[in-house]
C-alpha cells in the first residue's frame, strides 16, 4: 500500500533539474523533467557518490556531475557503457504538489 | 606591342574581366579609374557586412597585392572628366590626359532616389555601397530607421540592420513584397518571417513627404497622415545605368549604354560591361550576366570571338534568413495553369506557372533545396507531361521511386549554375575536378565556387561527390555529440545565419534526435546563444555544469570551493580579515593559495555557500569565477611600483584588465598574466592571453597553455599605449567567443583558425568587436553571489527534510 506524502510545490524543483531531499539514511534526488514529471532517485551515484541532484537533466536522464555516468530516470540503470544502479521511488504529481512514498522511502532502511 | 587600356569603374564586371584578361596573358597595360575610393569588392556581399555576418575586409575580391602583381595603375577615388574619342584620349579630372587603345566602361548604376520633399536632408541615404553600408552600421541598436521600397535591396537592408538590433519600417508602394519576383501569397509569408524579426512592414504606403528638424530627417510621411520617426531613411527604390559621361561622350545611349553582343558600345574602340549596359533593350541588375559580359568583353580585348546570350535569371533571397525563390515568369495569363503546393505550419509554399507542358514561372518560400531543379526546367523548357502529377515535389519523387539525391545533381547541364554569388555553374567545377581538385577547399580555391557566402556548399560538395564517385569522400567532421550529425561549427553557424536565439529553436531547426539534448551539448548551445544574442537570450542555469549552475568548484566528496576575487592579484589587510573570519565560521578546512595569485577556500558545503558569499560580500569582494568557461584571473608582477626592473604599471593594468573583463563567458577558461618586463615573473607567456610590458609599450601574445598542453603565447601585436592594449585584449575575446568551438582554449582555436587570420581579423574590426563585447558585458558583468543570495538561496537547502520523520 502506498502513503502519498506532500514534499514540495512543484515549481520548487526547476524544470530540467533537481533538488536534494534529507532522509535519516541518505540523500534523495527528486527529478523534473522538461515535460514535468518528477522521478525520485537515490542521491549517491555509484561510482563515486557524486551527487546526482547536481547534473544536467536530459530528457528522461541524468548525468552525473563528478564523472559523466549517465542514469536512466525510470530505471535507475547507468546507461551506455558503464554498469550500475541507484534505487528509485515512486513519485509524482498532484495539483501542482510533489508527492512521494514514504512506504517506499521507510523502506531503505530495511534494504 | 603593349596597348593602352582604360578601365571606367572598378565594379564586379570589370573586376571579372580584368582578371579573364590578365588569365589570358593579355597585352595590356591597363589603367584603372574608380569614383570610390577603392577597388573591387563583392557588392552583393554588402548585406552580410550590414547583418554583421561579415567584414568589409572579407568581401573584398582584388587587393592592392593583386593589383600590383598585374600592372594595374590604381587611381582610386578619381573620375573621368571627358574623353574625347577622335584623338584617343581620357582626360581625367586634375587634368592629366590620358591616351587609350581600347577603352571600357564599367560605370555601374545611381541609385534612384524618389524626389520626394526632403529627400536632401541630412540622413536620407541610397543603398549602394560601402559608405551607406557603414551609415547603416552607424545607426546603433534602438535607433529607428525608415526603408522606403520593397524589394530585394530595401528588404536585405531591413534585415541586415534589424539584426543590429534597430527598428526599422518597410514602406512598400505595392499591395506586396517584392511583386515583380513573388505572387501574393509567397509575398504574404515573407512578410509575416519579417514581422516576425521585429521588422514593421507597411504595403500599399504612399510616401509624401520627408520631415526635417535642422536640415536632419526627423519622419516620413504617408498621404495618409501617418508619420513615421526616424534617425535615419534609406531610400531603395531603384537603380538607373549611370550613362553620363558616355551620353557626354557621344556614345549611343538608351536605357544605358548600348552594346553589340561582343559588348562594343557605338564605337568600336570602346565597350560597356555591367550595369551601365543596355543589350537588345534589356538592363542587367543581378550578377550572373554581368559575369558572361565580363568574358565577352574579354575575349573581345583579345581579338576572340565571343557572344554574349542573355539567359533565363532566377532570384534567391539572402541574408534575411527567409528561404525564398523566384524564377521566369509567374503572371496569370491565358491559357496558363498553376500548381501550388502549401504546408502552412511548416511555412512552405510552391507554385509552378505552367503553359502547354512547359514550365514558365516558379516561386518557392521555405524550402527552396529543389530550385535549381525546377530553374533547369524553366531554362531548358522541359516537357513535363510525364511527370505533371508529382512535378511540384521535386527531383525526388520524379520516376516512381525516391531517387538518390545525388541523382538530381547528376543530371544537371553542365551550364546549370552552382554557385550564384560568383555565377559559376557545373562545368566549371567538373573542369576544376579534371585538372586536379579533389575537396570542396580546392574547388574553392580553382574556381570561388561556394567561397562568397557559402550557402552552395552543400552542393559544390554533391558536384564532388558524384564527379569522384567513390575517391571522393565527404570530409566527416566530429559532430557535437549524439544527439545531432552537426559539428560545432556548423551550428554556430546556423545560429548566426538563421538567427536562432532559442535552444528549442536550435534542436528544431537543426534536428537534434533527442528531445533536449544531453549534458554535452546543452552548455555547448548555451553559451553560443549567450554569446551571439546577449540581449535577447537568457542564460540557462538547467544547461549549465554544476559549478557554473552553482558558483563555486564542485569537489570530489561534494563539498564546494570559494574564491573571491582579487584584482589583479592585490588584497588588503581587511579582506584577508575577512576571508580568515569566513574561513573560521564555516569552519574550511583547507585554505590554499592558487596558481593564479588568489585565496581559495575548500570544503565548503553546499547549504553554506549563500552565507559564506554574503560575508564575503559584505567585505567588499565578488566571485572569483574560479570554476567558470570565463575570465579567471589577471595574475600580475610589482611592475614600475616597487621592481627596479619593471617598464610599465603592470599591476595596474592587470587591475583594469580584470575590472573590464571580469564576468564575460567564453567557450573555455580564460586566464590572463601582465609582466612588466620580459623577466616575466608573472609568467604571462604561457596564459590564452599574456602581456610583456616593455619600454616602448604593450607586447600583447596569445595562446599559451600550462594545463594538458603546455605552450608558449606567440605575439599578436605590440601597442604603444594602455587603452590600446586593452583594446585588442577585448577585440581578441569578443573574436574567441564568437568562433570558436565550447571547451576549445585559445590554443587551440588558434590552431584551427591560424594567427594571421586573429590578426587580420583585430586589425580590421577591432572597434566594432570591442562594441559587442561591451555590450554583452553590460548583461554579464555583474557578481552571481550576491544575485543568488538575494534570489536564490532557498534552492540551495534540501528541499525537505525527512530525517526526523523517518526516525519516528
Request: charged share 25%; proline share 4%.
Amino acid at each position: 500500500m502506498t502513503s502519498w506524502i506532500d514534499i514540495a510545490a512543484l515549481d520548487d524543483v526547476p524544470q530540467r533539474g533537481a533538488r536534494m531531499i534529507k532522509t535519516a539514511l541518505g540523500c534523495v534526488a527528486v527529478f523534473r523533467t522538461a515535460e514535468d514529471e518528477v522521478f525520485a532517485l537515490d542521491n549517491a551515484c555509484p561510482h563515486r557518490a557524486g551527487p546526482l541532484a547536481e547534473g544536467i537533466v536530459h530528457g528522461k536522464s541524468v548525468t552525473c556531475p563528478l564523472h559523466n555516468w549517465v542514469f536512466s530516470l525510470e530505471t535507475g540503470e547507468a546507461q551506455g557503457a558503464d554498469e550500475g544502479r541507484v534505487a528509485t521511488y515512486p513519485a509524482r504529481v498532484e495539483s501542482g504538489r510533489i508527492l512521494l512514498d514514504r512506504t517506499f522511502l521507510q523502506a531503505r532502511s530495511a534494504a | 606591342m603593349t596597348q593602352k587600356l582604360i578601365v571606367i569603374g572598378a565594379g564586379m564586371a570589370t573586376g571579372r574581366m580584368l582578371e579573364h584578361l590578365f588569365d589570358a596573358g593579355a597585352d595590356y597595360d591597363v589603367t584603372l579609374f574608380n569614383a570610390e575610393p577603392r577597388g573591387n569588392y563583392n557588392r552583393i556581399m554588402l548585406s552580410p557586412v550590414l547583418s554583421g555576418d561579415k567584414t568589409y575586409a572579407e568581401i573584398v575580391t582584388h587587393d592592392d597585392t593583386w593589383y600590383a602583381a598585374q600592372g594595374v595603375t590604381c587611381r582610386f577615388g578619381e573620375r573621368i572628366a571627358t574623353i574625347d574619342r577622335a584623338a584617343k584620349t581620357a582626360t581625367a579630372q586634375n587634368g592629366d590626359v590620358l591616351p587609350y587603345d581600347k577603352l571600357v566602361f564599367g560605370t555601374g548604376s545611381n541609385p534612384f532616389m524618389i524626389p520626394l520633399p526632403g529627400h536632401d536632408l541630412e540622413g536620407v541615404i541610397a543603398y549602394r555601397d560601402l559608405e551607406d553600408t557603414t551609415r547603416m552600421m552607424d545607426l546603433g541598436p534602438a535607433n529607428k530607421c525608415v526603408v522606403i521600397g520593397g524589394g530585394l535591396l530595401g528588404l536585405e537592408a531591413a534585415a541586415g540592420m534589424a539584426a543590429r538590433g534597430v527598428d526599422v519600417t518597410v514602406v512598400h508602394i505595392m499591395g506586396h513584397l517584392m511583386e515583380r519576383q513573388l505572387d501574393e501569397a509567397a509575398g504574404y509569408l515573407l512578410r509575416r518571417a519579417l514581422i516576425d524579426k521585429g521588422i514593421t512592414v507597411k504595403c500599399a504606403a504612399n510616401s509624401k513627404e520627408i520631415l526635417g528638424e535642422n536640415g536632419h530627417v526627423r519622419a516620413l510621411l504617408l498621404d495618409d497622415g501617418t508619420e513615421l520617426p526616424c534617425d535615419l531613411l534609406v531610400m531603395a527604390v531603384g537603380i538607373r545605368p549611370n550613362v553620363q559621361l558616355a551620353q557626354d561622350t557621344g556614345l549611343a545611349v538608351g536605357k544605358g549604354i548600348h552594346v553589340d553582343d561582343q559588348m562594343l558600345t557605338s564605337d568600336a574602340d570602346v565597350l560597356a560591361v555591367g550595369e551601365c549596359v543596355e543589350h537588345n533593350g534589356a538592363i542587367f541588375g543581378l550578377v550572373a550576366p554581368l559575369y558572361d559580359q565580363a568574358k565577352v568583353a574579354a575575349q573581345t580585348l583579345m581579338g576572340e570571338q565571343a557572344q554574349f546570350v542573355q539567359k533565363e535569371i532566377s532570384t534567391k533571397l539572402k541574408v534575411t534568413g527567409c528561404d525564398l525563390f523566384s524564377a521566369g515568369d509567374f503572371a496569370d495569363g491565358e491559357g496558363r495553369e498553376d500548381i501550388v503546393f502549401r504546408d502552412p505550419a511548416r511555412g512552405v509554399y510552391r507554385r509552378l506557372v505552367i503553359e502547354n507542358n512547359i514550365v514558365l514561372g516558379a516561386v518557392m518560400y521555405g524550402d527552396t533545396a529543389d530550385s535549381n531543379w525546377f530553374f533547369g526546367l524553366i531554362r531548358d523548357k522541359t516537357d513535363i507531361a510525364d511527370m505533371r502529377d508529382t512535378l511540384i515535389f521535386g527531383p525526388a519523387y520524379q520516376g516512381g521511386t525516391p531517387l538518390d539525391p545525388l541523382a538530381a545533381v547528376a543530371a544537371l547541364p553542365r551550364d546549370a549554375e552552382i554557385c550564384g554569388c560568383n555565377g559559376i555553374c557545373k562545368g566549371q567545377i567538373e573542369d576544376a575536378i579534371a585538372a586536379g581538385a579533389s575537396d570542396l577547399g580546392a574547388i574553392k580555391a580553382t574556381t570561388k565556387a561556394s567561397a562568397s557566402c557559402g550557402t552552395c556548399t552543400g552542393l559544390v560538395e554533391q558536384v564532388l561527390a558524384v564527379t569522384l564517385g567513390d575517391d571522393f569522400v565527404l570530409p566527416a567532421a566530429a559532430s557535437i555529440c549524439g544527439c545531432t550529425d552537426m559539428t560545432h561549427e556548423d551550428v554556430r553557424r546556423m545560429i548566426k545565419s538563421q538567427r536562432l536565439t532559442s535552444m528549442p529553436a536550435v534542436w528544431q531547426e537543426c534536428g537534434w534526435k533527442t528531445p533536449d539534448g544531453c549534458h554535452v551539448c546543452r552548455p555547448a548551445l548555451n553559451f553560443y546563444l549567450l554569446a551571439d544574442w546577449p540581449l535577447e537570450y537568457r542564460d540557462d542555469p538547467q544547461s549549465r555544469f554544476i559549478n557554473e549552475r552553482k558558483h563555486a568548484n564542485i569537489q570530489k566528496d561534494g563539498t564546494y570551493s570559494v574564491v573571491p576575487r582579487m584584482w589583479g592579484g592585490i588584497t588588503t589587510p581587511d579582506e584577508l580579515r575577512a576571508i580568515a573570519d569566513a574561513a573560521d565560521k564555516y569552519m574550511v578546512p583547507t585554505v590554499k593559495v592558487t596558481g593564479g595569485q588568489r585565496i581559495d577556500l575548500l570544503g565548503v558545503k553546499s547549504e553554506d555557500l549563500p552565507d559564506i558569499w554574503a560575508d564575503l560580500n559584505a567585505a567588499g569582494m565578488v566571485s572569483g569565477h574560479a570554476y567558470s568557461k570565463g575570465l579567471r584571473t589577471v595574475k600580475t608582477c610589482v611592475g614600475t611600483d616597487h621592481c627596479r626592473f619593471g617598464t610599465q604599471d603592470s599591476t595596474g593594468l592587470g587591475i583594469q584588465l580584470e575590472k573590464e573583463l571580469w564576468g564575460a563567458w567564453t567557450p573555455h577558461k580564460l586566464k590572463l598574466g601582465v609582466s612588466g618586463c620580459p623577466r616575466n615573473c608573472a609568467e604571462a607567456t604561457c596564459k590564452d592571453i599574456g602581456v610583456i610590458c616593455v619600454d616602448s609599450g604593450y607586447q600583447i601574445s596569445i595562446g599559451g597553455a600550462a594545463g594538458m598542453d603546455v605552450r608558449e603565447t606567440e605575439l599578436l601585436i605590440q601597442v604603444p599605449t594602455e587603452q590600446e592594449a586593452i583594446n585588442v585584449i577585448k577585440a581578441v575575446t569578443q573574436l574567441y567567443r564568437e568562433n570558436a568551438k565550447y571547451l576549445d582554449r585559445i590554443y587551440k582555436w588558434m590552431a584551427k583558425v591560424g594567427l594571421d587570420w586573429i590578426k587580420e581579423r583585430v586589425a580590421a574590426e577591432g572597434d566594432a568587436l570591442v562594441d559587442r563585447f561591451e555590450l554583452s558585458q553590460t548583461i554579464y558583468r555583474k557578481d552571481p553571489w550576491a544575485e543568488h543570495v538575494t534570489q536564490q538561496a532557498e534552492r540551495y537547502k534540501p528541499l525537505a527534510n525527512l530525517s526526523l520523520e523517518a526516525a519516528e
